[in-house]
């Protein structure tokens, strides 16, 4: 390199720097001279940013009743430099609260992220509207405080709580990560109100005023240039009829466990019940975070979704589904007849109740005969055909996995957990390789074992049946807004891997464990009705801690499927004694909108299950 | 006793009173930014203001050993220094602490540190290293990508801790590369590119090409190619387009409508390429290639926005060129900041008499919002004042950096000018809307140790190579 050409560049880098450092003084004149949109503060003026909330959007049930709404709630907000001394008793008897909560209110708004003197800060949050009225005619008694309008939800029907969700106040984390969020905000943080936030929120807007040093308001800045209306949150429709909902949840009073009901030509869930649950309106206004607090910590775990996060084991109901498999893979006919006396005896051994016998397919799931099953499940496993017990359960899973086990469904709430299909990775962990056979794994030909499912996908699984082999992803959301459309994935038709023509084998099973003659040995005969044709199949779902669970899952009518419900009852025994008549009750109320059985309906809504947990069978 | 007295005769006064003056301009604008009636004892500790005395006294502290250390350690152990302070990086990428989304501090007892402040300093010194071998020229491919790599990769592992506003600052090296041989059309090219990019987020894709393509034709026949190649060039690059237009018509080929402008262009650069190789004529390959590397880098522009940028980012640069108006998010930050600086008129409202900046209506007003403080206070003339002693500095260094006998310190000192640079211009320029807010200091300004320490550091360790720069002859 030249001299010269050193010279050069020491003088074009210089050039560079003052020309960068040129531009920046220029455009500093520009908005510290030159422009007068900023000249307002010369009057000692400041300007007020105030957010518009929108209107969080309402929640309908499937018939168009309201289940959630809005209400007005007021923040009250303070310029601490512009308050003057004041009756700190008085205050405090105006706004309804002790006057140590308006000392403490006072000591941690210095705390606030951003705090000023200068700026209008919440002092307290979500008074109700009764107590700012009264506070708004004495307002002008105390400067430098404000009432801010905010809304909050209201629940028209105290149900579904765990389904709708709650709104509460963003975390730090949400702020950081997503700019639409700030201090102060409200987000939906589970079920409907968190999966669909974005629909519900709107869009907040802002006002920009200019204040004087006094805190009065002199107008918009700029004529409101920079403003920005706010828009309003989007309406829901949901699948859920708001009735059925507070029937099964009614049913379930003292009681653990879950009732789901689906739609099976649509996927929309018509109930989705969790017990114990809670009044959802607990969960608003200034008690929330006790509330809160109270669920948190209560034994029985009210805020804990198990309609979709509980995993039980299927228990006999899973029958269906390993009938299914072995029409499907031609190792069992609806003839094939097996003999039972007492039980499965090979090996460590499989009991069962005492019924006739021989019987073929159809009457195995009638009776519920574990024996036979254990003959079609080791039959599956141990198929010459596929060479290997390993290859023998990889058939076997891929099956059950298109009954949409062992991964989540899709429905549109948050958390929603997948359950468990055992895989030979899994045994070959749990044993060693090569250590394990059908009969090590024989469990699972009753629904046991390392098998696990949430009351979701049981009602899912009852549902696809019902539809003879396909299912829709089950959801909650109807329409959005004014759009009917909702995501396509819940419209899309899951074949399961079984042909259509083996489910009228397993309905008609299905059909006489409810509807047989007396002393036909139909293990659900008490959720009979006359007038509909349910098809259902009961279940005990073995539980290490305690008492069995009741499980029993059905659809009704037989010919034209309008319902599909899963019911649990934790600790409860036998299906047949708790969950059958639940899911008979449910299914009437839907179909008829009647009851007429009210003896069958005092006998479950007089059972308290609880406390059964821990005792032994 | 002689060392002593030709350490203080050799050093360079200007520079050290410039550094004083800035340091405690800066202090007294935090002081005015923190500032309020309920703390006002200046050595109130619990106090941005308080914490920044002492982040102070050990800046003098490093400054004074700097001075007196052997000039040679920061030549012989440049790659020692690189070497730990990658280390650092890598282990503040993992055991390191979230600070505003990205992963950049590392805390030491009750201290945090930010090693990517130090990264700088360390960078630049192995590139001097490297680039200072009395036989290394900046003239083959290999030499560039070795220095390439020493400059870049600190920033690399930055920009995976998702700081992305002190990786962006290692882009100012290129300055460093101009001054030892980097050819200018390439700066240009890379001043182009960055452009271009901004242009493409504006204005659609297709205006782009078309506006390419008719830039590339112009330049082709100034520069003395043939009107009637150009001509047919044209005509095979419409001939393309109008097929593809009528097939996507006519056939429903599912065509993006971009594309349609794109494969043509395409298709016409690949032509010309080839005619250019063959007719060996150089102007045509240069012009060719240059419209291959603008097409390409226009139609990534979108890949780099919506995958490379996180939403933070995309806001800012959305918000800044206008796309987007978002008055409560960030676009928030960047009006109260003008507003301030804007109202503080020709001669500013007088210290501590600022209303926007005090009482928070401006965010990280004592960090990256420093200037706001200074804007508000001192109206243009203070702002004036500072940008002028920057610039002084700025100049000041490049002569010092200039006048080193070894190629050593002469590269250090462009280094630290290109850094130092590159914070003022962008720190500034964010805060009256120039350019995105990219949270980086303003130095000697903005609150906090690492970055006060490490443009200490800089400064002085060219001040003690400059004062030795006799003495390393003999
Ligand atoms: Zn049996």
Same mark, same amino acid.
């Given at each position: 390199?030249?001299?010269?050409?050193?010279?050069?560049?020491?003088?074009?880098?210089?050039?560079?720097?003052?020309?960068?450092?040129?531009?920046?003084?220029?455009?500093?004149?520009?908005?510290?001279?030159?422009?007068?949109?900023?000249?307002?503060?010369?009057?000692?003026?400041?300007?007020?940013?105030?957010?518009?909330?929108?209107?969080?959007?309402?929640?309908?049930?499937?018939?168009?009743?309201?289940?959630?709404?809005?209400?007005?709630?007021?923040?009250?907000?303070?310029?601490?430099?512009?308050?003057?001394?004041?009756?700190?008793?008085?205050?405090?008897?105006?706004?309804?609260?002790?006057?140590?909560?308006?000392?403490?209110?006072?000591?941690?708004?210095?705390?606030?992220?951003?705090?000023?003197?200068?700026?209008?800060?919440?002092?307290?949050?979500?008074?109700?509207?009764?107590?700012?009225?009264?506070?708004?005619?004495?307002?002008?008694?105390?400067?430098?405080?404000?009432?801010?309008?905010?809304?909050?939800?209201?629940?028209?029907?105290?149900?579904?709580?765990?389904?709708?969700?709650?709104?509460?106040?963003?975390?730090?984390?949400?702020?950081?990560?997503?700019?639409?969020?700030?201090?102060?905000?409200?987000?939906?943080?589970?079920?409907?109100?968190?999966?669909?936030?974005?629909?519900?929120?709107?869009?907040?807007?802002?006002?920009?005023?200019?204040?004087?040093?006094?805190?009065?308001?002199?107008?918009?800045?700029?004529?409101?240039?920079?403003?920005?209306?706010?828009?309003?949150?989007?309406?829901?429709?949901?699948?859920?009829?708001?009735?059925?909902?507070?029937?099964?949840?009614?049913?379930?009073?003292?009681?653990?466990?879950?009732?789901?009901?689906?739609?099976?030509?649509?996927?929309?869930?018509?109930?989705?019940?969790?017990?114990?649950?809670?009044?959802?309106?607990?969960?608003?206004?200034?008690?929330?975070?006790?509330?809160?607090?109270?669920?948190?910590?209560?034994?029985?775990?009210?805020?804990?979704?198990?309609?979709?996060? $509980?995993?039980?084991?299927?228990?006999?109901?899973?029958?269906?589904?390993?009938?299914?498999?072995?029409?499907?893979?031609?190792?069992?006919?609806?003839?094939?007849?097996?003999?039972?006396?007492?039980?499965?005896?090979?090996?460590?051994?499989?009991?069962?109740?005492?019924?006739?016998?021989?019987?073929?397919?159809?009457?195995?799931?009638?009776?519920?005969?574990?024996?036979?099953?254990?003959?079609?499940?080791?039959?599956?496993?141990?198929?010459?055909?596929?060479?290997?017990?390993?290859?023998?359960?990889?058939?076997?899973?891929?099956?059950?996995?298109?009954?949409?086990?062992?991964?989540?469904?899709?429905?549109?709430?948050?958390?929603?957990?997948?359950?468990?299909?055992?895989?030979?990775?899994?045994?070959?962990?749990?044993?060693?390789?090569?250590?394990?056979?059908?009969?090590?794994?024989?469990?699972?030909?009753?629904?046991?074992?390392?098998?696990?499912?949430?009351?979701?996908?049981?009602?899912?699984?009852?549902?696809?049946?019902?539809?003879?082999?396909?299912?829709?992803?089950?959801?909650?959301?109807?329409?959005?807004?004014?759009?009917?459309?909702?995501?396509?994935?819940?419209?899309?038709?899951?074949?399961?891997?079984?042909?259509?023509? !083996?489910?009228?084998?397993?309905?008609?099973?299905?059909?006489?464990?409810?509807?047989?003659?007396?002393?036909?040995?139909?293990?659900?005969?008490?959720?009979?009705?006359?007038?509909?044709?349910?098809?259902?199949?009961?279940?005990?779902?073995?539980?290490?801690?305690?008492?069995?669970?009741?499980?029993?899952?059905?659809?009704?009518?037989?010919?034209?499927?309008?319902?599909?419900?899963?019911?649990?009852?934790?600790?409860?025994?036998?299906?047949?004694?708790?969950?059958?008549?639940?899911?008979?009750?449910?299914?009437?109320?839907?179909?008829?909108?009647?009851?007429?059985?009210?003896?069958?309906?005092?006998?479950?809504?007089?059972?308290?299950?609880?406390?059964?947990?821990?005792?032994?069978? | 006793?002689?060392?002593?007295?030709?350490?203080?005769?050799?050093?360079?006064?200007?520079?050290?009173?410039?550094?004083?003056?800035?340091?405690?301009?800066?202090?007294?604008?935090?002081?005015?930014?923190?500032?309020?009636?309920?703390?006002?004892?200046?050595?109130?500790?619990?106090?941005?203001?308080?914490?920044?005395?002492?982040?102070?006294?050990?800046?003098?502290?490093?400054?004074?050993?700097?001075?007196?250390?052997? $000039?040679?350690?920061?030549?012989?152990?440049?790659?020692?220094?690189?070497?730990?302070?990658?280390?650092?990086?890598?282990?503040?990428?993992?055991?390191?602490?979230?600070?505003?989304?990205?992963?950049?501090?590392?805390?030491?007892?009750?201290?945090?540190?930010?090693?990517?402040?130090?990264?700088?300093?360390?960078?630049?010194?192995?590139?001097?290293?490297?680039?200072?071998?009395?036989?290394?020229?900046?003239?083959?491919?290999?030499?560039?990508?070795?220095?390439?790599?020493?400059?870049?990769?600190?920033?690399?592992?930055?920009?995976?801790?998702?700081?992305?506003?002190?990786?962006?600052?290692?882009?100012?090296?290129?300055?460093?590369?101009?001054?030892?041989?980097?050819?200018? !059309?390439?700066?240009?090219?890379?001043?182009?590119?960055?452009?271009?990019?901004?242009?493409?987020?504006?204005?659609?894709?297709?205006?782009?090409?078309?506006?390419?393509?008719?830039?590339?034709?112009?330049?082709?026949?100034?520069?003395?190619?043939?009107?009637?190649?150009?001509?047919?060039?044209?005509?095979?690059?419409?001939?393309?387009?109008?097929?593809?237009?009528?097939?996507?018509?006519?056939?429903?080929?599912?065509?993006?409508?971009?594309?349609?402008?794109?494969?043509?262009?395409?298709?016409?650069?690949?032509? $010309?390429?080839?005619?250019?190789?063959?007719?060996?004529?150089?102007?045509?390959?240069?012009?060719?290639?240059?419209?291959?590397?603008?097409?390409?880098?226009?139609?990534?522009?979108?890949?780099?926005?919506?995958?490379?940028?996180?939403?933070?980012?995309?806001?800012?640069?959305?918000?800044?060129?206008?796309?987007?108006?978002?008055?409560?998010?960030?676009?928030?930050?960047?009006?109260?900041?003008?507003?301030?600086?804007?109202?503080?008129?020709?001669?500013?409202?007088?210290?501590?008499?600022?209303?926007?900046?005090?009482?928070?209506?401006?965010?990280?007003?004592?960090?990256?919002?420093?200037?706001?403080?200074?804007?508000?206070?001192?109206?243009?003339?203070?702002?004036?004042?500072?940008?002028?002693?920057? $610039?002084?500095?700025?100049?000041?260094?490049?002569?010092?950096?200039?006048?080193?006998?070894?190629?050593?310190?002469?590269?250090?000192?462009?280094?630290?000018?290109?850094?130092?640079?590159?914070?003022?211009?962008?720190?500034?320029?964010?805060?009256?809307?120039?350019?995105?807010?990219?949270?980086?200091?303003?130095?000697?300004?903005?609150?906090?140790?690492?970055?006060?320490?490490?443009?200490?550091?800089?400064?002085?360790?060219?001040?003690?190579?400059?004062?030795?720069?006799?003495?390393?002859?003999?």
């Amino acid at each position: 390199m030249s001299l010269k050409l050193q010279t050069d560049r020491h003088f074009v880098v210089s050039g560079i720097v003052v020309l960068v450092l040129l531009t920046i003084v220029i455009k500093l004149f520009y908005i510290q001279v030159i422009d007068s949109r900023y000249k307002f503060s010369a009057q000692n003026n400041v300007l007020r940013y105030v957010t518009q909330y929108p209107v969080r959007g309402l929640i309908y049930d499937r018939n168009g009743k309201l289940l959630v709404s809005n209400k007005v709630v007021y923040d009250l907000l303070v310029v601490k430099r512009l308050v003057k001394s004041f009756d700190t008793t008085e205050f405090a008897n105006l706004l309804d609260i002790s006057t140590d909560q308006v000392r403490e209110a006072f000591t941690s708004l210095k705390k606030q992220r951003g705090y000023s003197s200068r700026k209008a800060m919440v002092l307290l949050k979500q008074l109700p509207v009764d107590v700012c009225n009264r506070f708004r005619e004495q307002l002008f008694r105390y400067p430098g405080f404000e009432l801010q309008p905010r809304t909050v939800r209201k629940y028209e029907r105290h149900i579904a709580a765990h389904m709708l969700g709650y709104v509460g106040e963003v975390d730090e984390n949400t702020i950081n990560n997503n700019s639409y969020y700030q201090l102060g905000d409200y987000i939906g943080i589970s079920g409907l109100e968190k999966t669909y936030e974005k629909e519900l929120r709107g869009k907040k807007g802002v006002n920009i005023y200019m204040v004087d040093v006094h805190n009065r308001i002199k107008g918009p800045y700029e004529n409101g240039k920079f403003d920005s209306v706010a828009v309003e949150g989007k309406n829901l429709e949901t699948t859920i009829d708001a009735d059925l909902q507070e029937y099964g949840e009614k049913l379930m009073v003292n009681k653990i466990g879950s009732i789901v009901a689906i739609d099976p030509k649509t996927g929309e869930v018509l109930a989705m019940v969790t017990s114990p649950s809670y009044d959802p309106s607990l969960l608003v206004g200034r008690e929330r975070a006790q509330n809160f607090m109270q669920l948190q910590t209560d034994s029985l775990k009210p805020i804990f979704n198990r309609s979709i996060m $509980a995993l039980y084991p299927p228990g006999s109901t899973f029958k269906v589904v390993n009938a299914l498999i072995g029409l499907q893979e031609g190792i069992v006919h609806p003839y094939t007849q097996y003999s039972c006396a007492g039980g499965y005896t090979v090996g460590r051994g499989v009991g069962c109740h005492i019924h006739r016998s021989p019987i073929n397919l159809t009457e195995a799931i009638e009776m519920s005969c574990n024996t036979y099953f254990c003959h079609v499940f080791r039959n599956i496993i141990d198929n010459p055909e596929y060479g290997s017990v390993e290859e023998g359960l990889n058939v076997w899973r891929k099956h059950v996995e298109s009954f949409g086990y062992g991964h989540k469904l899709g429905i549109d709430l948050p958390n929603e957990l997948g359950g468990i299909v055992p895989s030979t990775s899994f045994y070959d962990k749990y044993f060693r390789k090569g250590g394990w056979s059908s009969l090590t794994i024989i469990s699972l030909a009753i629904g046991q074992g390392e098998l696990s499912a949430t009351p979701l996908q049981m009602a899912n699984l009852v549902s696809t049946i019902a539809n003879r082999g396909y299912y829709l992803t089950p959801h909650i959301v109807k329409s959005i807004g004014d759009s009917l459309s909702i995501d396509e994935k819940f419209s899309q038709m899951h074949r399961t891997t079984i042909d259509s023509v !083996w489910y009228n084998y397993v309905i008609e099973g299905m059909d006489m464990a409810v509807n047989c003659e007396p002393g036909g040995g139909g293990t659900a005969r008490i959720a009979a009705l006359p007038n509909i044709r349910i098809c259902g199949k009961t279940g005990t779902s073995q539980n290490p801690h305690g008492k069995d669970h009741s499980v029993f899952f059905a659809f009704a009518p037989k010919d034209d499927p309008k319902i599909a419900i899963s019911v649990y009852v934790e600790n409860a025994g036998f299906g047949a004694t708790w969950a059958a008549p639940i899911a008979s009750l449910m299914i009437e109320k839907y179909l008829t909108d009647s009851i007429s059985r009210p003896y069958l309906e005092n006998y479950i809504l007089q059972a308290n299950l609880l406390n059964r947990r821990g005792k032994t069978k | 006793m002689e060392r002593r007295s030709k350490l203080l005769s050799n050093l360079d006064w200007t520079t050290v009173f410039i550094y004083i003056l800035l340091v405690l301009m800066g202090w007294l604008n935090i002081y005015a930014a923190v500032y309020s009636d309920e703390h006002s004892s200046i050595f109130d500790f619990s106090q941005r203001y308080g914490k920044q005395l002492i982040w102070i006294g050990f800046a003098f502290l490093l400054a004074i050993i700097v001075l007196f250390s052997d $000039a040679r350690i920061y030549s012989g152990f440049a790659y020692v220094f690189y070497i730990l302070i990658i280390l650092a990086l890598f282990a503040t990428l993992m055991f390191g602490k979230v600070v505003n989304a990205s992963k950049s501090w590392i805390q030491v007892g009750s201290f945090a540190i930010q090693p990517a402040e130090f990264a700088k300093i360390a960078t630049i010194l192995a590139l001097a290293k490297v680039m200072g071998r009395y036989n290394f020229k900046l003239n083959s491919f290999k030499s560039y990508v070795v220095a390439g790599f020493i400059a870049f990769f600190p920033a690399l592992i930055i920009l995976m801790q998702n700081d992305m506003g002190s990786a962006l600052v290692f882009g100012s090296l290129i300055i460093v590369f101009f001054r030892e041989g980097l050819p200018g !059309w390439l700066l240009a090219f890379f001043a182009f590119l960055v452009m271009l990019f901004i242009f493409t987020l504006v204005f659609s894709t297709s205006a782009i090409m078309v506006t390419l393509l008719l830039l590339a034709g112009i330049v082709f026949v100034v520069i003395g190619g043939k009107l009637k190649a150009y001509a047919r060039l044209l005509g095979i690059v419409l001939g393309v387009g109008v097929v593809l237009y009528f097939g996507s018509q006519i056939f429903s080929w599912k065509i993006p409508f971009n594309y349609i402008f794109i494969i043509p262009i395409l298709v016409g650069i690949v032509a $010309a390429l080839i005619k250019a190789i063959a007719s060996r004529s150089r102007i045509v390959f240069y012009s060719a290639l240059f419209l291959l590397v603008s097409v390409g880098l226009s139609l990534s522009t979108d890949y780099v926005f919506e995958h490379v940028l996180d939403v933070h980012h995309q806001k800012r640069i959305n918000d800044l060129l206008g796309i987007e108006s978002d008055p409560l998010g960030w676009g928030y930050n960047v009006n109260q900041s003008k507003i301030a600086i804007g109202s503080g008129g020709f001669l500013g409202k007088g210290y501590l008499q600022g209303t926007q900046t005090k009482f928070n209506f401006v965010p990280e007003q004592s960090t990256d919002f420093i200037f706001c403080t200074v804007g508000e206070e001192w109206g243009f003339i203070g702002s004036f004042v500072v940008i002028l002693l920057f $610039a002084i500095l700025l100049l000041r260094l490049l002569k010092i950096a200039e006048r080193q006998r070894e190629t050593f310190s002469r590269i250090y000192g462009y280094g630290v000018v290109s850094i130092m640079f590159f914070h003022v211009a962008i720190n500034i320029g964010m805060t009256i809307g120039l350019v995105p807010v990219i949270g980086i200091p303003l130095p000697f300004f903005s609150y906090g140790g690492s970055s006060l320490w490490s443009f200490t550091l800089m400064v002085f360790i060219l001040l003690k190579l400059d004062s030795d720069r006799y003495g390393a002859l003999g």
